[in-house]
């Protein structure tokens, strides 16, 4: 089945940028996706990219996307204390039994240190 | 605030009790989830309702029941759990399964502890 990767932690300091990466398995992977998570709180999609894309920019958001290696990434530009979250990574596709399924990462710890 | 609600937010039950969790959204979406979020283990998508009718049920033990009476309303009743079921419950919608794909809007979730 449809396997996504994250290392578990980061931790930056404020102002820094922030890389967070993902591996997925699934070739026919149709969307991806970032979801945040605060303490307390629910997934919150943070931004998402079509896999015919490479790259998409979203203020200080940054999704780069390597389809041939099935590697997803999100750079947070100037890093903030208030970005300190869970961040999921996400995929989905289009086709099939799985279609509008969701598989998510076990999550990255990113901690915003000032 | 992303237009899902759960209640209640933190629930303490005994294996021998039953209890249900409400999920509700004001969006206008026809599918609705229920995930598992475990400290050691990636989201497990639970159960899927597309337009009120069961989509998916990702072998979960009969000891969680969903229920769906209408497009804005989802419940998971619990009867009999064991310790292990002790977690995050959150509840997403979608516009529909045929939507923009992934576009989920989560809740904030029931914290659920089996004593």
């Known amino acids: 089945g449809e396997d996504v990767e994250q290392s578990l932690f980061l931790s930056v300091r404020e102002g820094d940028s922030s890389v967070i990466n993902c591996t997925y398995t699934d070739s026919s992977s149709t969307y991806l996706y970032w979801y945040k998570q605060e303490p307390g709180a629910g997934l919150q999609l943070l931004t998402y990219i079509f896999s015919n894309m490479d790259m998409k920019q979203d203020q200080r958001l940054t999704v780069l996307l390597n389809k041939k290696d099935k590697h997803l990434s999100l750079r947070i530009a100037d890093t903030q204390t208030g970005d300190s979250a869970i961040y999921f990574c996400a995929e989905s596709n289009a086709g099939g039994t799985s279609y509008g399924k969701l598989t998510f990462g076990q999550g990255t710890i990113l901690t915003v240190h000032p | 605030e992303t237009g899902v609600t759960q209640t209640p937010r933190h629930l303490v039950m005994g294996m021998t009790n039953k209890k249900s969790l409400k999920c509700e959204q004001h969006?206008?979406?026809?599918?609705m989830y229920w995930y598992k979020q475990s400290a050691k283990k990636p989201l497990e998508l639970m159960f899927v309702y597309n337009f009120k009718e069961q989509t998916e049920n990702n072998s979960v033990p009969s000891r969680f029941s969903p229920e769906c009476p209408n497009s804005s309303h989802l419940f998971l009743h619990l009867h009999t759990l064991q310790p292990e079921d002790s977690a995050l419950y959150l509840c997403a919608s979608s516009q529909d399964r045929a939507g923009r794909v992934g576009r989920q809007y989560f809740g904030p979730g029931t914290r659920l502890t089996v004593t």
């Open positions: 969006l206008g979406h026809n599918a």
